[in-house]
Each structure stands twice: as structure tokens, then as C-alpha cells.
């Protein structure tokens, strides 16, 4: 994943700015994959990255078809120069609980599905896509989230397949990272 994390970071940097000053690292691809992974080694490698979780920013377990308002309201003030913000869903209480100032960086991660919506594809640095086997990212997912989580699990792979699609999200990455175990 270290050798990843330096291309896809590398890539970005051989780039213009543009978040402002700053740049921005989308790393997409469907949940299980491995995203969480390669955003932490992205921000490894550079002092002063943040990175942003798609989790936090769904409307839970069917809030695929409202997250790019959501990167909009984060994404637009930043590239004007200033701090952006996002309102952070809890998924134990259900609800969103708070809005998150965003600070302008160097270096902005924001990794999970849908992070590579064509609405701010013009925001974007450069765009990963990660992907594993459709078992094993069950896997994963059951193993984090527990057995009892299986329908939710099943109808977001449904969900995402549909918004992947639409998107064409894997066609417009400019690394694609596969994480088969």
C-alpha cells in the first residue's frame, strides 16, 4: 500500500493546486476495499494532510444519493481560499450532530464511496480508485461490522454498483489500486 500511497501522492503533487493553495486526493471505490487503508498512508507520507472520511458524511446506510451536496458545501469555499465545513453524520444516534470546519491544507485526503463525484471532478487533484473482490470486501465489512449488519452490507454494495456506474468513477481514476487478498 506504501508504494500506492507514493505514486497516487506524487501524482498529486505534479499537479496544480486546486483547493485554493492546497490539493485535493479523492480515494474511491466500493466499501471494503480498502480506502481507509491508503488515505492513512497518503497522510503518512505528508506533514499536514487531513483526511476526510466519507462515513461521516453519509445519511447513513442510504445516503449515497445526497453526498455530493454534502463535498459541494465542503469542497467550493475551499477552493475559493477559505475554510470549507460538512455536517458529520452519527451513526449510532442516527442523525447528523454537528458541522466540521475544514481549514484550508497543503494536502486534503477524502477517501470512501462516492468521494469522486463528477459534480467537484474539477476540484480534484488526482483520483484513486480502490478495488477488491466482491466476497472479500463482505468479508471485511461483516468482520467490522458484525454478522447482524449482512442486509445493510448487501443493499449498499447494490447502492454503490449503481452510483460507480453513473459516475463512471473508475473510468476518470488516475490510479487504480487492487487489494485482492
Request: proline share 6%; hydrophobic share 45%.
Amino acid at each position: 500500500m506504501v508504494d500506492a500511497a507514493a505514486a497516487l501522492l506524487d501524482l498529486a503533487r505534479s499537479r496544480p493546486p486546486t483547493l485554493g493553495a492546497g490539493r485535493l486526493v479523492c480515494i474511491d471505490g466500493p466499501a471494503g476495499s480498502g480506502k481507509t487503508t491508503l488515505a492513512a498512508a497518503v497522510a503518512a507520507l505528508e506533514p499536514g494532510a487531513r483526511v476526510i472520511h466519507m462515513d461521516d458524511l453519509y445519511d447513513g446506510w442510504h445516503g449515497l444519493s445526497k453526498v455530493a451536496a454534502q463535498l459541494d458545501d465542503l469542497l467550493r469555499p475551499l477552493a475559493g481560499g477559505g475554510p470549507g465545513s460538512y455536517r458529520r453524520f452519527d451513526w449510532h444516534a442516527g442523525r447528523f450532530v454537528e458541522t466540521v470546519d475544514v481549514e484550508p491544507v497543503p494536502l486534503l485526503v477524502i477517501e470512501g464511496v462516492g468521494s469522486g463525484a463528477r459534480a467537484v471532478a474539477g476540484l480534484v487533484t488526482a483520483l484513486a480508485w480502490v478495488e477488491a473482490p466482491w466476497s472479500e470486501r463482505l468479508r471485511r465489512g461483516l468482520e467490522r461490522d458484525g454478522e447482524a449488519m449482512r442486509p445493510e452490507w448487501e443493499q449498499w454494495q447494490v447502492d454503490e454498483a449503481a452510483l460507480f456506474e453513473h459516475e463512471d468513477t473508475r473510468g476518470r481514476a488516475d490510479l487504480i489500486v487492487d487489494t485482492s487478498a
